[in-house]
């Protein structure tokens, strides 16, 4: 699976962003797309992930409330709406994929794209 991802950008405080992350390759059907962030010095961290056809969505506690995940199965692509976004929200985010079978790891990834949240 490829995977490109847009849509970071400035935004202040309590704004918002949608990151979209368009996939290629291969049919998404069994598959979880997911979203991480990472900041200097830090591991990558997980956020988000909707699973393909049925919708199941995750999310990391920092961001239950704020954020949604989404998808469009016509464009192969998902989505994550971030709301009252917080300067902690600040990273460059990836989107990922991987199967939905036990085990499985996050194999295919994106190019990052910079969130900035301005106090």
């Known amino acids: 699976v490829q995977l490109q991802a847009s849509g970071g950008g400035l935004v202040q405080a309590g704004g918002s962003l949608r990151l979209s992350c368009a996939a290629s390759g291969r049919t998404l059907v069994g598959y979880a797309l997911g979203w991480f962030r990472q900041t200097p010095g830090k591991d990558r961290e997980f956020v988000a992930s909707?699973?393909?056809?049925?919708?199941?969505?995750t999310y990391t506690d920092s961001v239950k409330g704020r954020f949604t995940s989404s998808r469009d199965n016509g464009k192969k692509t998902v989505y994550l709406q971030m709301n009252s976004l917080k300067p902690e929200d600040t990273a460059v985010y990836f989107c990922a994929a991987r199967h939905t079978r036990a085990g499985s790891s996050w194999n295919s990834w994106g190019q990052g794209t910079q969130v900035t949240v301005s106090s």
């Open positions: 909707i699973t393909w056809p049925g919708g199941t969505t």
